[in-house]
Every structure is written in structure tokens, then in C-alpha cells.
């Protein structure tokens, strides 16, 4: 089973979206997720805030906010639900949700790249950790070119500018 957002400190969640700028808006549990693109528990998002509930998986909530993070700034101002955006910058938010993972006590990119290939992310190498590994070479240097990484892959805490 995938971990959600009840299986994690939420503090520490608040207090990632928070050094982006973000905002994180807890929905009521059976409440449909606005901005929800898949529905279900799945993490939606309107403008610069995700939205979730208590069974949101952790990696969808990753996934959602480095879109936000990583799309322009005229995307992100009419944002709502689809976050569109290229092959590439898809493949830049997947890796970065995986370096984000560590900053959530409790997670850690371990864990969310297992979850990930639990709930089916799919990668030309198979998994998501052979795929960070060894074939993400255009994701990392996607962030870098966009100042969202460092050379060692620190995040910058930052939005796409």
C-alpha cells in the first residue's frame, strides 16, 4: 500500500510547499479533490495551491507541486486541474518529486520511488529507481538549464521563472 498523507507529519508537508511559496488546502475525507486531474485521492491543483486529502498518496502530492513548480509563470497563473506541459518537463517533475521526497519526514525517495512503480508510473528502463539511476540524464539537466537544481541536485526552492 502506497503512503498517503495520513502516514506522514503534515507539518512537514506544509512546511515544503511552503519554502515554493505554495499553498496546501486539506479537503474534507470522501470530499471530491479540487483540481484533481485523475480524481479519486489523487492531488488536484488550482493556481499555486495542491489540493488533498488525509488518503492522498504522498508521491501524487509530490508529483502535483513539482508540476506547479516547474511550469512557467504564465501556466501557473491559469492553472486549473491540467497541468499540461512537455515530455520532458514531465520527466523533470518526476525527478524532481523524488528529491523532494526526502524533505517529508517519514518518506523519503525510497519510499516514494516504490510507491511510484506501485501505483504505475511507467519508465523506458522499467522501474523508477533504474530510471532515476541511469536514464534521467534530460530531467536533471531540464531543472538545471530552469535554475530549479543545483550540479549536486540540491532543490532550489524555487518556482520556474
Known amino acids: ?5 495520513a502516514d506522514v507529519p503534515l507539518a512537514s508537508v ?3 510547499l511552503g519554502r515554493f511559496g505554495l499553498a496546501l488546502h486539506m479537503q474534507p475525507d470522501g470530499e471530491a479533490i479540487t483540481g484533481s486531474f485523475w480524481g479519486d485521492s489523487e492531488a488536484g491543483l488550482v493556481g499555486e495551491t495542491v489540493y488533498a486529502r488525509n488518503d492522498t498518496p504522498v508521491h501524487s502530492l509530490l508529483h ?3 508540476h506547479i513548480v516547474c511550469m512557467s ?6 492553472l486549473d486541474t491540467d497541468a499540461g506541459g512537455d515530455d520532458l518537463e514531465e520527466a523533470a ?7 523532494l521526497a526526502d524533505d517529508i ?3 523519503g525517495r525510497d519510499r516514494l520511488m ?3 512503480d506501485e501505483w504505475g508510473y511507467s519508465f523506458r528502463l522499467g522501474d523508477t529507481r533504474s530510471w532515476f539511476d541511469n536514464d534521467a540524464e534530460d530531467a536533471r539537466k531540464w531543472l538545471f538549464g530552469n535554475d530549479l537544481i543545483t550540479r549536486d541536485d540540491t532543490p532550489r526552492y524555487r518556482l520556474r521563472r
Open 1 to 5: 500500500m502506497v503512503l498517503t498523507l
Open 14 to 16: 506544509e512546511a515544503l
Open 64 to 66: 502535483e507541486t513539482c
Open 73 to 78: 509563470a504564465d501556466r501557473r497563473a491559469g
Open 93 to 99: 517533475v518526476c525527478y524532481l518529486q523524488v528529491l
Open 105 to 107: 519526514e517519514s518518506c
Open 114 to 116: 516504490a510507491d511510484m
